[in-house]
């Protein structure tokens, strides 16, 4: 069992950055493949950024191609965080990010191969 908490959103002008986190409790051995999915109002979860776990022989990190370029993703196990730091951030945006974990070792951009959810922080671009 994985306990996730994000944190970090907030209200920013377009062009600004800001940095989620994600903290998970629960499990120590970190060795789960975690990702980022998004939801803005009237739409569907969309993926963001997929991360594996750092002891994943096929170490990999995806990104949504909107998002790529402007958007890192990385987890520090001693910290048992996983992070998002976004820049050059555009009104489309906006949305509830939610923090991801899976039982499994590998990325996933799926959202549907994913067992632990965080609640959400809500990121508001404003122009």
């Known amino acids: 069992q994985v306990h996730l908490v994000e944190s970090g959103g907030g209200l920013v002008q377009a062009g600004d950055s800001l940095r989620l986190s994600c903290a998970a409790s629960g499990r120590t051995d970190n060795d789960y493949g975690m990702g980022w999915f998004r939801q803005a109002p009237g739409k569907e979860r969309e993926f963001v950024a997929t991360?594996?776990?750092?002891?994943?022989?096929?170490?990999?990190?995806y990104y949504a191609k909107s998002v790529r370029g402007r958007f890192t993703i990385s987890r520090d196990n001693a910290q048992n965080t996983l992070y998002l730091q976004m820049n050059s951030l555009k009104l489309e945006d906006t949305a509830v990010y939610y923090c991801?974990?899976?039982?499994?070792?590998?990325?996933?951009?799926?959202?549907?191969?994913?067992?632990?959810w965080g609640q959400g922080t809500q990121v508001t671009v404003s122009s």
């Open positions: 991360i594996s776990a750092l002891s994943w022989t096929d170490f990999k990190t």
């Open positions: 991801a974990a899976r039982d499994g070792l590998a990325e996933s951009r799926i959202s549907t191969n994913y067992d632990y």
